[in-house]
């Protein structure tokens, strides 16, 4: 069974860019989490969807992030414009019970 | 969970011997326990969880962790580490009714020394 992917990697961007981030779950899961881990920072939960609805927002930083789940599978995070504070490594977890799996996380660095 | 804390921000210790790692936490309702493990230039891993029963839970690896109710704590030990173990360790807790967002402590990196 494949695991969570995301994708890309690390991406590096100019301050006022737009970058998107995507995640792909494990078949099945209706639940997907984004997380974020600034540097020196402790993980913090951004936002949560069951199947294409969000359910939980509380944890998005402002209205220059914008996360989608086309129809219940992959989600994109979009950050525009990026400021120099959205640097650091967002995971996306899902999970169909209370156990969540990772993926490895986009490292973005914004300059 | 209101907060969760990792008192030790590195844990050096020579392989083969044996160590704990520490974990708190806040809340007023019941709560399910998560470790979760990342080796350098990997992702997060589950290494173990706490959702009910038993409270001492094996978890990959040779980890286990008690969960402790009344001291509110949930210590995540192995008995002889090796090399490979080398990584950054997070607890994190999820609150019942809640919609399982995971909040988690600042990690600790486990450093082997050979």
């Known amino acids: 069974e494949a695991g969570v992917t995301q994708f890309p990697s690390h991406s590096v961007i100019e301050k006022g860019q737009t970058v998107t981030l995507r995640c792909d779950p494990i078949?099945?899961?209706?639940?997907l989490y984004w997380y974020r881990r600034v540097m020196g920072k402790e993980i913090k939960f951004l936002l949560h969807?069951?199947?294409?609805?969000?359910?939980?927002e509380s944890g998005m930083p402002n209205n220059r992030f914008l996360a989608e789940r086309t129809g219940g599978t992959y989600s994109t995070l979009k950050v525009q414009p990026a400021e120099l504070e959205d640097s650091g490594v967002y995971f996306c977890?899902?999970?169909?019970?209370?156990?969540?799996?990772f993926g490895p996380g986009t490292r973005l660095t914004v300059l | 969970a209101q907060s969760v804390t990792q008192l030790d921000s590195q844990v050096p210790v020579f392989e083969e011997a044996p160590v704990e790692l520490r974990c708190n936490y806040s809340?007023?309702?019941?709560?399910?326990l998560f470790w979760y493990v990342q080796y350098p230039n990997q992702g997060l891993q589950l290494l173990l969880k706490?959702?009910?029963?038993s409270t001492l839970v094996k978890g990959i690896n040779g980890f286990e962790a008690e969960f402790n109710k009344s001291q509110t704590s949930f210590h995540l030990r192995k008995p002889s580490v090796h090399i490979s173990d080398t990584a950054e360790y997070f607890c994190?807790?999820?609150?019942?009714?809640?919609?399982?967002?995971?909040?988690w402590g600042a990690g600790t990196k486990l450093i082997i020394k050979p």
């Open positions: 994190a807790v999820s609150e019942s009714g809640s919609n399982y967002q995971l909040i």
């Open positions: 706490y959702l009910s029963g």
């Open positions: 969807f069951v199947k294409e609805s969000k359910q939980d």
């Open positions: 809340s007023s309702v019941s709560v399910y």
């Open positions: 078949s099945g899961h209706d639940n």
């Open positions: 977890a899902s999970s169909q019970m209370r156990a969540q799996y």
